[in-house]
Nanobody, 126 residues
Framework: QVQLVESGGGLVQSGGSLRLSCAAS????????IGWFRQAPGQEREGVSC???????YYADSVKGRFTVSRYNTKSTVYLVIDSLKPEDTATYYC????????????????????WGQGTQVTVSS
């Protein structure tokens, strides 16, 4: 059974940093892209980053320069490091995957992903 579990969220002051983790189980993640999304109350789910199976990375314009995604297949874990946190980053953060082998392609569209974690809350105070 495919399972994704996010962790690492918390309450952080503006300008601080967090490292979020996405732990995968139930499948071999080597061949699959992992996406990071966030959703604030009452808002649409927003794609912020994706790392492909060949370790290529992509970021939404709103987070470029502050977010860094990496993957460690031997640990079945994907990380998202967030620097220079802003109050606008406050949201529940989710990781997701799709069992289609995209190769080097990426997506920041939620509808392209099939499996989701339960999310981890990031709250940034001003």
């Amino acid at each position: 059974q495919v399972q994704l579990v996010e962790s690492g969220g918390g309450l952080v002051q503006s300008g601080g940093s967090l490292r979020l983790s996405c732990a995968a189980s139930g499948f071999t993640m080597d061949y699959f892209a992992i996406g990071w999304f966030r959703q604030a109350p009452g808002q649409e789910r927003e794609g912020v980053s994706c790392i492909s199976s060949n370790h290529s990375t992509y970021y939404a314009d709103s987070v470029k320069g502050r977010f860094t995604v990496s993957r460690y297949n031997t640990k079945s874990t994907v990380y998202l490091v967030i620097d220079s946190l802003k109050p606008e980053d406050t949201a529940t953060y989710y990781c997701a995957t799709d069992r289609t082998r995209w190769g080097g392609r990426y997506s920041l569209h939620p509808d392209d992903y099939t499996y989701w974690g339960q999310g981890t809350q990031v709250t940034v105070s001003s």
